[in-house]
T-cell receptor
Framework: NAGVTQTPKFRILKIGQSMTLQCAQDMNHNYMYWYRQDPGMGLKLIYYSVGAGITDKGEVPNGYNVSRSTTEDFPLRLELAAPSQTSVYFC?????????????FGDGTRLSIL | KQEVTQIPAALSVPEGENLVLNCSFTDSAIYNLQWFRQDPGKGLTSLLLIQSSQREQTSGRLNASLDKSSGRSTLYIAASQPGDSATYLCAAGGATNKLIFGTGTLLAVQP
């Protein structure tokens, strides 16, 4: 029972490099989310998707892009890495807000940009 | 704009004590209120979800209440154990289940 799987778990990038954080879920959830968590802070929503082909911005979308070509996968792309993007990134998925079911989270990707 | 605040930021209690964690939110137009547990270096584990039409939810030694009119939720932990030590996060759920998180309460239960 995999749930939400994030890869990689750790990554160090140089300023200006690009990378894609992968997220996959096997629960057939329509809704998927990307959050970032800075030290000592709560999570902030970057982007979310309510189904394949549909994405929208959250609170802190600048510097990131997403796509949702399948129900299972929701990758997050950093095009030009900046030190301010050093953070822990969490992917989550859920059924609709009317389902009385919580969001399920992956274990996170710890990203450092030097 | 929804803002979520958690008090206290940190709490240390001896084993066996009952304790209350507080969460407040500024916009009462929420779909749900969710409580999560986060262990160091790990992801979030859902503890309780209270729909906007509900007043409380219980799971084992945990009880969460919701008062939308005052913008408050509390998480009550009975008979605390060292294994309860973690960071507890509350989050207000809006349309499309987007969550606005508080900054968490770091709980340490001393044996």
């Amino acid at each position: 029972n995999a749930g939400v799987t994030q890869t990689p778990k750790f990554r160090i990038l140089k300023i200006g490099q690009s990378m894609t954080l992968q997220c996959a879920q096997d629960m057939n959830h329509n809704y998927m989310y990307w959050y970032r968590q800075d030290p000592g802070m709560g999570l902030k929503l970057i982007y979310y998707s309510v189904g394949a082909g549909i994405t929208d911005k959250g609170e802190v979308p600048n510097g990131y892009n997403v796509s949702r070509s399948t129900t299972e996968d929701f990758p997050l792309r950093l095009e030009l890495a900046a030190p301010s993007q050093t953070s822990v990134y969490f992917c989550a998925s859920s059924y609709s807000p009317y389902s009385n079911q919580p969001q399920h989270f992956g274990d996170g990707t710890r990203l450092s940009i030097l | 704009k929804q803002e979520v605040t958690q008090i206290p930021a940190a709490l240390s209690v001896p084993e066996g004590e009952n304790l209350v964690l507080n969460c407040s939110f500024t916009d009462s137009a929420i779909y749900n209120l969710q409580w999560f547990r986060q262990d160091p270096g790990k992801g979030l584990t859902s503890l309780l979800l209270i729909q906007s039409s509900q007043r409380e939810q219980t799971s084992g030694r945990l009880n969460a209440s919701l008062d939308k009119s005052s913008g408050r939720s509390t998480l009550y932990i009975a008979a605390s154990q060292p294994g309860d030590s973690a960071t507890y996060l509350c989050a207000a759920g809006g349309a499309t289940n987007k969550l606005i998180f508080g900054t968490g309460t770091l709980l340490a239960v001393q044996p």
